[in-house]
C-alpha cells in the first residue's frame, strides 16, 4: 500500500476544493460541518477492504479525485471540474457516519459498522448530506447515488442509463481503491505474435 500523509493530503484537498467556484460558499459550508460535527477527516475508507485505517476515507476521497479529474480531461473535458470535485471528495460522505454517531468505530483490533447509527446505504447516506449544503445537479445526485456501479443490487436500477460523469465517477473509484491504493504493479505484456 502506498504511504499516506495527513498534512500532504490535506493541502491535496484544499487545492482540490479551489476548482470549486460557483458554490463555493456551499461547499467550504459543507466542508466546515464534515470538520466540526462528523468524522470524514479522520474515518477509515472502510472496515476490512480499502484503506482501512485512520484518515482513509480523506486519502481515498481525494485519490478519487485526482484521478476523476485526469480521466475527465481525457474522456469527457466538457464536464465541469467544480462538478468532479464534488462528486469526487464526497461520493463516500456518507462513511463518515451522521454528527454524534459515526460509521466506523475503532475498536482494539480494527473497525466496526456502527449498529446504533440509521441503516442507510452509504451511497444514499452521502447523498442525504452533501444534499443538505449543496444544490446538485440531477447528474451530480445520480453519480453519488449509484457510484459503486454493478457492484451493489442497486446499479441495476440505472443500467445502460449512467451518465457520463457517473461513469467516470464509477471508474475512478473503482480503479482507486483497487489498483492504486493496493498499489497493484501495472503489467505490460510484449505484443502476441501471430
Not at 475508507?45 to 480521466?71: C, D, P, W
Not at 466496526?112 to 452521502?126: C, D, F, G, T, Y
Not at 440505472?158 to 457520463?164: D, F, G, I, L, Q
Amino acid at each position: 500500500m502506498p504511504l499516506y500523509n495527513y498534512d500532504q493530503y490535506i493541502k491535496k484537498f484544499e487545492s482540490l476544493s479551489s476548482l470549486v467556484k460557483k458554490r463555493k460558499k456551499q461547499f467550504d459550508g459543507f466542508v466546515k460541518f464534515l470538520k466540526s460535527k462528523t468524522e470524514y477527516f479522520i474515518a477509515p475508507a472502510s472496515t476490512i477492504y480499502h484503506l482501512n485505517i485512520e484518515h482513509g476515507l480523506l486519502y481515498h476521497s481525494v485519490g478519487v479525485t485526482e484521478t476523476l479529474l485526469k480521466i475527465k480531461n481525457a474522456l469527457a473535458p466538457e464536464l465541469e471540474d467544480e462538478s468532479c470535485v464534488i462528486c469526487g471528495l464526497f461520493h463516500d460522505a456518507g462513511k463518515a457516519g451522521l454528527p454524534g454517531a459515526p460509521l466506523y468505530i475503532k475498536t482494539k483490533k480494527a473497525y466496526e459498522i456502527n449498529k446504533n447509527l440509521v441503516e442507510m446505504q452509504v451511497a444514499i447516506r452521502s447523498l442525504f448530506l452533501v444534499s443538505k449544503y449543496i444544490d446538485l445537479s440531477a447528474d451530480e445526485a445520480q453519480a453519488i447515488t449509484y457510484h459503486d456501479g454493478q457492484y451493489i443490487p442497486q446499479g441495476k436500477d440505472v443500467a445502460h442509463r449512467e451518465t457520463p460523469l457517473l461513469t467516470i465517477l464509477h471508474f475512478a473509484d473503482f480503479y482507486t481503491a483497487h489498483i492504486i491504493e493496493q498499489d497493484m504493479p501495472v503489467i505490460h505484456h510484449p505484443p502476441f505474435n501471430f
